[in-house]
């Protein structure tokens, strides 16, 4: 069963930055989509930034322009680097993958991440 492990959250200084991990296990390959989600408090999950296998990326507008999306150079690891954070920017953050390739087998599943909560003070 693949599960995906989150690091990264923690509580930072508006201004501050922090990076986020996510790793797939047991390790798959490869992933078309690799996306990262938040839910703010009371508030419904909201798409932050996606990869497509391709290397293309999507941002949300609020976050454009101070997040980077990548992908490590095993693939199935996506990274989530967040600069010039505000308070606004305070959520549970989860990593997301949709299709992956496990055993010379496809699979058209989503899988969500446990959530990694990111706290950023004024």
């Known amino acids: 069963q693949v599960q995906l492990v989150e690091s990264g959250g923690g509580l930072v200084q508006a201004g501050g930055s922090l990076r986020l991990s996510c790793a797939a296990s047991p390790s798959i390959s490869p992933i078309n989509t690799m996306a990262w989600y938040r839910q703010p408090p009371g508030k419904q999950r909201d798409l932050v930034a996606r990869i497509f296998r391709g290397g293309v990326t999507n941002y949300a507008d609020s976050v454009e322009g101070r997040f980077t999306i990548s992908r490590g150079d095993a693939k199935n690891t996506v990274y989530l680097e967040m600069n010039s954070l505000g308070p606004e920017d305070t959520a549970v953050y989860y990593c997301?993958?949709?299709?992956?390739?496990?055993?010379?087998?496809?699979?058209?599943?989503?899988?969500w991440g446990q959530g990694t909560q990111v706290t950023v003070s004024s």
């Open positions: 997301y993958i949709n299709g992956y390739t496990s055993s010379g087998y496809f699979y058209p599943n989503n899988v």
